[in-house]
């Protein structure tokens, strides 16, 4: 059979599905394709660990993996349960030597205001406009979608998750990160 260049073509018994690429339509719009270099940002934001930095951009994170992930509102529940398995499993990330940010369209206050209450320890960048959030498929306004991206060392987007469920998705991407360094 012969390789399909946009689709890749699957056939299970007498029926044949068609497979969508490495690109992904989003709901919040066209998520950026893996293997490619991932869309750069520069943003504000809030860690209580780096109080001096204001701003946050994709080559600060050169060298490190990163995941990079986008939700809806901070104190909203998924939210909280989201930021919650992150922070859990930070210290397997770190080890690792790989970074997590969040991003949403929150204030700096307001992201201030949830790492304290939250005891979170990674960095939220704020995304009022939604320009990041669209440049990976991830905007639906006046809100961020809960989409994760993984982005190697060299900024090359590895893996990408839409439509995320909270519970249980850093575990998902911490699974994700150790596959992929072992290949």
Known sequence: MK???L????????????????????LGGQA???????PDFDLPGFSPVQPDQKHWSL???????LVLYFYPRDF??????????????????????????AISADSLSDHESFCSS????????????????????SWMAPYSMRHTFLIDPESVLQAVWTGVRPVGHANEVF???????TS
Do not use: M
């Not at 080559?59 to 993996?65: P, S």
């Not at 939250?118 to 995304?127: A, G, H, I, M, T």
């Open 3 to 5: 390789r399909r260049s």
């Open 7 to 26: 689709l890749q073509t699957a056939v299970l018994g007498a029926g044949i599905f068609l497979l969508a690429p490495t690109r992904v339509r989003a």
């Open 32 to 38: 950026p394709q893996t293997g490619i270099k991932a």
């Open 59 to 65: 080559t600060d994170f050169q060298g490190r993996w």
């Open 76 to 101: 909203t529940s998924g939210c909280t349960i989201e930021a919650h398995g992150f922070q859990d499993a930070l210290p397997a990330f770190k080890k690792k030597g790989a970074e997590v940010v």
């Open 118 to 137: 939250e005891e979170l320890k990674f960095p939220l960048l704020s995304d009022p406009d939604g320009v990041v959030s669209k440049a990976y498929g």
């Open 175 to 181: 699974t994700r990160l150790n596959q992929l360094e």
